[in-house]
């Protein structure tokens, strides 16, 4: 008796407890994600800041194709590469995660991790979820590699059998971005972990038998200035572009840069409300962008043109290929076409090939100019034309 009404009381209160949690829903209906405020803002605004324009296309082109493989602005120093870099996280769109999760999985992913280690894994429906920004998360240069990959608790696992595991920064970034200040300043055992987990969109930690995997999917962000070092090939193309960032010397733009950032040290509230409705219309267009990309079309002229212009310079392997058509038509979606063209791959040519040239002591012509010598006599256009 005394059992069966225990057992009662359990069912009131998981029925309660089901009507509680939005995530919960019967077969054939759609998961219900309750609305999650965005923090309120600490960063500077993004449409605030003056020029650098190459550096804002390379962000805004990851945010809607995050395949392209990342971004590194080298530049001088103060010219604004972190700021505009953490002033990324107020225009990202929200993400569906696991309530809670460490690893910031959709349902989606953690029903096919669960199934992959064996275990019965639930129905994603049947998962609660909580809307949250996109990570952006930092890796700072002193951070060591227990920090960055995470840490076993081996005391723990050895006495009661539990892998008691602390997520890093790679777990925190996962979905979203990481960004490196400095990273030609980076330790050469970090830019080791990077490059596997980059190939692999996993990590992997071992320590005394015990192994733990996650998925650590992440856009890597770097910036750096070349005066201080210069960073390892192998680390260097695994960046999808390369804006290169210099001082402005245009006097209004100079003055507006001291301007807005005086009156965002005084009162970034009232300052951020100012901008605002810029804010709130590039997140609009960055959604948008994102999803018109999959019906984008890349023509067969256009591909082959992109193909014989990376023959042309030179550039081993393909994936110069690869992060053009992914640059260009990214860009074409963020400009609302539906087709890509010789002006989409011009506008980020650059950008995707910069950092693939072979280099020559001896040549004297910037790495830009010839880029664009050469995709003109592609083109079948004047080199010299403008």
Same mark, same amino acid.
């Given at each position: 008796?005394?059992?069966?009404?225990?057992?009662?009381?359990?069912?009131?209160?998981?029925?309660?407890?089901?009507?509680?949690?939005?995530?919960?829903?019967?077969?054939?209906?759609?998961?219900?994600?309750?609305?999650?405020?965005?923090?309120?803002? =600490?960063?500077?605004?993004?449409?605030?800041?003056?020029?650098?324009?190459?550096?804002?296309?390379?962000?805004?082109?990851?945010?809607?194709?995050?395949?392209?493989?990342?971004?590194?602005?080298?530049?001088?120093?103060?010219?604004?590469?972190?700021?505009?870099?953490?002033?990324?996280?107020?225009?990202?769109?929200?993400?569906?995660?696991?309530?809670?999760?460490?690893?910031?999985?959709?349902?989606?992913?953690?029903?096919?991790?669960?199934?992959?280690?064996?275990?019965?894994?639930?129905?994603?429906?049947?998962?609660?979820?909580?809307?949250?920004?996109?990570?952006?998360?930092?890796?700072?240069?002193?951070?060591?590699?227990?920090?960055?990959?995470?840490?076993?608790?081996?005391?723990?696992?050895?006495?009661?059998?539990?892998?008691?595991?602390?997520?890093?920064?790679?777990? =925190?970034?996962?979905?979203?971005?990481?960004?490196?200040?400095?990273?030609?300043?980076?330790?050469?055992?970090?830019?080791?972990?990077?490059?596997?987990?980059?190939?692999?969109?996993?990590?992997?930690?071992?320590?005394?038998?015990?192994?733990?995997?996650?998925?650590?999917?992440?856009?890597?962000?770097?910036?750096?200035?070349?005066?201080?070092?210069?960073?390892?090939?192998?680390?260097?193309?695994?960046?999808?572009?390369?804006?290169?960032?210099?001082?402005?010397?245009?006097?209004?733009?100079?003055?507006?840069?001291?301007?807005?950032?005086?009156?965002?040290?005084?009162?970034?509230?009232?300052?951020?409300?100012?901008?605002?409705?810029?804010?709130?219309?590039?997140?609009?267009?960055?959604?948008?962008?994102?999803?018109?990309?999959?019906?984008? =079309?890349?023509?067969?002229?256009?591909?082959?043109?992109?193909?014989?212009?990376?023959?042309?310079?030179?550039?081993?392997?393909?994936?110069?290929?690869?992060?053009?058509?992914?640059?260009?038509?990214?860009?074409?979606?963020? =400009?609302?076409?539906?087709?890509?063209?010789?002006?989409?791959?011009?506008?980020?040519?650059?950008?995707?090939?910069?950092?693939?040239?072979?280099?020559?002591?001896?040549?004297?012509?910037?790495?830009?100019?010839?880029?664009?010598?050469?995709?003109?006599?592609?083109?079948?256009?004047?080199?010299?034309?403008?």
């Amino acid at each position: 008796m005394s059992a069966r009404m225990t057992s009662k009381k359990r069912g009131k209160t998981g029925a309660k407890a089901a009507r509680k949690t939005p995530a919960k829903a019967t077969t054939g209906q759609a998961r219900a994600t309750p609305k999650a405020k965005r923090p309120k803002p =600490q960063a500077f605004p993004f449409t605030a800041i003056v020029g650098q324009e190459e550096m804002k296309l390379s962000l805004l082109l990851n945010i809607v194709d995050p395949r392209i493989g990342g971004v590194l602005v080298m530049g001088h120093r103060g010219t604004g590469k972190s700021t505009t870099v953490r002033a990324l996280a107020e225009v990202l769109p929200m993400i569906e995660r696991i309530s809670d999760d460490p690893y910031n999985r959709s349902p989606e992913q953690y029903v096919a991790e669960t199934q992959t280690s064996g275990k019965r894994a639930p129905a994603a429906d049947s998962l609660q979820t909580e809307q949250v920004p996109v990570p952006v998360v930092d890796l700072p240069l002193g951070a060591t590699e227990d920090r960055v990959c995470g840490t076993i608790d081996i005391e723990k696992a050895l006495s009661s059998g539990i892998k008691a595991f602390e997520p890093g920064l790679l777990a =925190q970034s996962n979905r979203g971005f990481l960004y490196i200040d400095e990273v030609n300043l980076l330790d050469d055992h970090l830019v080791d972990v990077l490059l596997d987990v980059a190939a692999s969109g996993r990590n992997v930690v071992e320590r005394e038998g015990i192994s733990i995997r996650h998925a650590a999917r992440f856009v890597l962000v770097g910036s750096g200035n070349p005066e201080e070092g210069e960073l390892r090939p192998q680390l260097l193309d695994r960046f999808g572009l390369y804006a290169r960032i210099v001082t402005i010397n245009d006097l209004d733009a100079r003055v507006d840069i001291v301007r807005r950032r005086r009156a965002f040290d005084d009162d970034p509230t009232t300052f951020f409300k100012r901008w605002t409705r810029a804010q709130n219309k590039l997140q609009r267009n960055i959604s948008a962008a994102a999803g018109r990309l999959p019906g984008v =079309q890349l023509p067969d002229a256009i591909l082959k043109d992109i193909a014989r212009l990376c023959m042309n310079l030179d550039i081993d392997g393909h994936r110069g290929e690869l992060t053009i058509t992914r640059a260009a038509t990214a860009y074409a979606a963020l =400009q609302g076409d539906s087709e890509v063209g010789r002006e989409h791959v011009r506008a980020i040519v650059g950008l995707a090939l910069r950092h693939r040239l072979r280099k020559d002591p001896l040549e004297t012509i910037d790495p830009g100019e010839k880029i664009d010598r050469e995709l003109a006599r592609v083109f079948d256009e004047d080199p010299d034309a403008e």
